[in-house]
């Protein structure tokens, strides 16, 4: 770790200096995780994090900006860590978190919010969406959402991270953190790192498999739209079966065909083949026999950490490895809040 303050120490003042860059990502326990979680954020950073020292957050404080059933936070909170170690986030080299349980997160958030304008967030696409759902509202809507991209910020600003590996929908939302880092920097005196996101060029957008104009998304009312990855593996053959085609037969990465299109890109990022040798492997096959082997390859890489993911839990491994993460992440979230709160005449 890159600090030496003992956990439960008093916060130093010294900016962390890891020995390798920083990055920080999350995902929220709202719902069960899905491909598009897994391909999007949490297979990037298992590839990444060697080369980084990472902070990979659940982010059970932005769940609740909408409202989630108490048990089933507490359920997904430990099912989505259990997923990362699972998915091969390693704990020698990454620490996992769940923000709620580092309290910086949320008072770093207040402080944020006090130096962010309305017109910033007004202009969040994420925001616009969410409440047009719910049929603009406004008293349906909590300000917790509204807010959310602050808290967002918080977090990231917190762990002095210069990447953050995300999909395509958090472009905006990690610009915005940059911004405010910079308005922070201005007003007060360079105190934040300015992060970057980092999107794949490929799977940073997995459509859903009904509807493959629309991201795969674990709020969806659609059934069969997303893969869950603990669906399973009759349930994922069969939506990966019933997923929404054209009435075209050839198997080309043909972007105006987009469900297709969508499998493709699916077949692709999970078993690291170049698209010339995808689109040979099923020259002259129909649509059947690739959603057969799209079923197969999304199989193999799903059941042995759906198994994986079930010792975890059973044997409560997961539950050490979050109290450690919260030991080792809280340090390094003061020393940052810390200097924030000097910089601003809070302490
Ligand atoms: P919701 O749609 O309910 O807001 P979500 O399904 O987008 O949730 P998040 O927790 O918001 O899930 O996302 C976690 C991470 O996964 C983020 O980095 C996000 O960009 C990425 N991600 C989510 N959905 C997709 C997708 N369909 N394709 C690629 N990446 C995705
Ligand atoms: N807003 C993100 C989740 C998220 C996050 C973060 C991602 C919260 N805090 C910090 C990266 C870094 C989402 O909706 N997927």
Same mark, same amino acid.
């Given at each position: 770790?890159?600090?030496?303050?003992?956990?439960?120490?008093?916060?130093?003042?010294?900016?962390?200096?890891?020995?390798?860059?920083?990055?920080?990502?999350?995902?929220?326990?709202?719902?069960?995780? $899905?491909?598009?979680?897994?391909?999007?954020?949490? *297979?990037?950073?298992?590839?990444?994090?060697?080369?980084?020292?990472?902070?990979?957050?659940?982010?059970?404080?932005?769940?609740?900006?909408?409202?989630?059933? %108490?048990?089933?936070?507490?359920?997904?909170?430990?099912?989505?860590?259990? =997923?990362?170690?699972?998915?091969?986030?390693?704990?020698? *080299?990454?620490?996992?978190?769940?923000?709620? $349980?580092?309290?910086? $997160?949320?008072? &770093?958030?207040?402080? &944020?919010?006090?130096?962010?304008?309305?017109?910033?967030?007004?202009?969040?696409?994420?925001?616009?969406?969410?409440?047009?759902?719910?049929?603009?509202?406004?008293?349906?809507?909590?300000?917790?959402?509204?807010?959310?991209?602050?808290?967002?910020?918080?977090?990231?600003?917190?762990?002095?991270?210069?990447?953050? %590996?995300?999909?395509?929908?958090?472009?905006? $939302?990690?610009?915005?953190?940059?911004?405010?880092?910079?308005? =922070?920097?201005?007003?007060?005196?360079?105190?934040?790192?300015? %992060?970057?996101?980092?999107?794949?060029?490929?799977?940073?957008?997995?459509?859903? &498999?009904?509807?493959?104009?629309?991201?795969?998304? *674990?709020?969806?009312?659609? %059934?069969?739209?997303?893969?869950?990855?603990?669906?399973?593996?009759?349930?994922?053959?069969?939506?990966?079966?019933?997923?929404?085609?054209?009435?075209?037969?050839?198997?080309?990465?043909?972007?105006?065909?987009?469900?297709?299109?969508? &499998?493709?890109?699916?077949?692709?990022?999970?078993?690291?083949?170049?698209?010339?040798?995808?689109?040979?492997?099923?020259?002259? *096959?129909?649509?059947? @026999? =690739?959603?057969?082997?799209?079923? @197969?390859?999304?199989?193999?890489?799903?059941?042995?950490?759906?198994?994986?993911?079930?010792?975890?839990?059973?044997?409560?491994?997961?539950? @050490?490895?979050?109290?450690?993460?919260?030991?080792?992440?809280?340090?390094?979230?003061?020393?940052?809040?810390?200097?924030?709160?000097?910089?601003?005449?809070?302490?």
């Amino acid at each position: 770790m890159a600090t030496t303050t003992a956990p439960g120490a008093a916060p130093q003042e010294v900016r962390p200096r890891p020995a390798r860059p920083r990055t920080f990502s999350g995902i929220k326990p709202s719902g069960e995780p $899905h491909l598009g979680t897994y391909l999007g954020a949490v *297979k990037r950073w298992v590839e990444m994090q060697d080369e980084y020292d990472n902070f990979f957050c659940i982010v059970d404080l932005h769940a609740v900006t909408v409202p989630q059933d %108490p048990a089933a936070l507490r359920r997904r909170t430990r099912e989505l860590a259990a =997923f990362y170690v699972a998915a091969g986030i390693d704990t020698a *080299k990454s620490t996992i978190l769940v923000q709620g $349980h580092v309290p910086a $997160h949320a008072e &770093l958030g207040w402080i &944020l919010n006090c130096i962010t304008p309305m017109g910033w967030l007004e202009r969040m696409t994420q925001f616009k969406d969410k409440s047009a759902k719910e049929g603009d509202n406004r008293e349906r809507i909590s300000a917790g959402l509204f807010d959310y991209p602050v808290l967002m910020a918080a977090d990231i600003l917190l762990y002095d991270a210069r990447y953050v %590996p995300v999909g395509d929908d958090q472009r905006q $939302h990690v610009e915005l953190t940059r911004d405010i880092a910079e308005r =922070f920097n201005r007003l007060y005196g360079e105190t934040l790192v300015v %992060p970057e996101a980092v999107i794949a060029e490929t799977g940073a957008r997995i459509m859903g &498999l009904e509807d493959p104009t629309q991201k795969m998304s *674990k709020s969806e009312d659609l %059934p069969g739209q997303a893969i869950g990855v603990f669906d399973n593996p009759g349930v994922i053959r069969r939506n990966v079966m019933r997923a929404t085609t054209d009435s075209g037969r050839e198997v080309r990465f043909d972007p105006s065909r987009p469900g297709i299109y969508n &499998l493709l890109t699916i077949y692709e990022v999970l078993s690291g083949e170049s698209r010339p040798a995808i689109e040979a492997r099923f020259e002259g *096959k129909g649509y059947g @026999d =690739f959603k057969r082997a799209l079923a @197969d390859l999304v199989l193999d890489v799903l059941t042995p950490i759906q198994e994986r993911s079930r010792q975890l839990l059973t044997s409560g491994e997961v539950d @050490d490895i979050l109290r450690q993460g919260a030991e080792r992440a809280a340090p390094v979230a003061g020393a940052t809040l810390l200097r924030v709160k000097r910089a601003m005449g809070l302490a």
